[in-house]
């Protein structure tokens, strides 16, 4: 089946910095989201981004699908984005990467 | 909230008893996905429904586990004879099913088989 890498695993960040996350996927996919998962467990989506780039807000995020791989950015972080960031692709079931920590210290 | 609710929010039981769990998807998402999630990991697929339809159940973990979503709106995730390693997250996520159209998650419930 198709796999998902994404990296880093961790990451920290002063507040107010930028980062950028990666997810890495083996085959071509009709569909990619990433989604945020707060602290108490919900999963977000923040992302339908099969190609192509989006922007909302502080958050954009980059597929570039002949390549297989996407791209979160984050700007100016806030102590509210912390969590884990998944990536997560589709052709007949949704699988999805191990995830991306983030912590944001103020 | 993203209008999928499940139930229980947590569950204890005691090794070799039996679960369910209920999710009630957004009125109008023909499409139902149960996931589990375990720490550290990713969710992990496990079936999915088109209306009342079961599209795919072989990646259920085991016979144990079954689901069902009798007329196409709540759906159940029944474990039988659980185990300490059935200790996880499930998951129910619904959509549309239309291309392009975003998964909504439920807050999810936890299991802790003791």
């Known amino acids: 089946g198709i796999q998902v890498e994404q990296s880093p695993p961790d990451l920290i960040l002063q507040e107010g910095a930028n980062s950028t996350l990666r997810c890495n996927f083996s085959?071509?996919?009709?569909?990619l989201q990433w989604f945020h998962q707060n602290p108490w467990g919900q999963l977000i989506n923040l992302f339908y981004i099969p190609s192509g780039t989006k922007q909302n807000g502080r958050l954009s995020a980059t597929t570039v699908a002949t390549e297989r791989y996407s791209l979160l950015y984050i700007s100016s972080s806030q102590t509210t984005d912390s969590g884990v960031y998944f990536c997560a692709v589709d052709n007949n079931d949704m699988r999805f990467g191990a995830g991306t920590r983030l912590t944001v210290k103020p | 909230d993203t209008g999928v609710s499940q139930d229980p929010r947590h569950k204890i039981t005691k090794r070799g008893q039996n679960v369910t769990f209920r999710c009630d998807p957004i009125?109008?998402?023909?499409?139902l996905y149960w996931y589990r999630q375990t720490l550290g990991q990713g969710p992990e697929f496990l079936t999915y429904f088109q209306n009342e339809a079961q599209l795919e159940k072989s990646r259920l973990l085991s016979d144990r586990f079954s689901a069902e979503r009798p007329k196409g709106s709540f759906s159940t995730l029944e474990i039988q004879r659980t185990e300490q390693g059935d200790s996880a997250m499930y998951l129910c996520?619904?959509?549309?099913?239309?291309?392009?159209?975003?998964?909504?998650f439920g807050e999810g419930s936890w299991l802790t088989v003791v």
């Open positions: 085959d071509s996919v009709n569909n």
């Open positions: 009125s109008e998402h023909n499409r």
């Open positions: 996520a619904t959509e549309t099913g239309a291309q392009g159209n975003t998964i909504y």
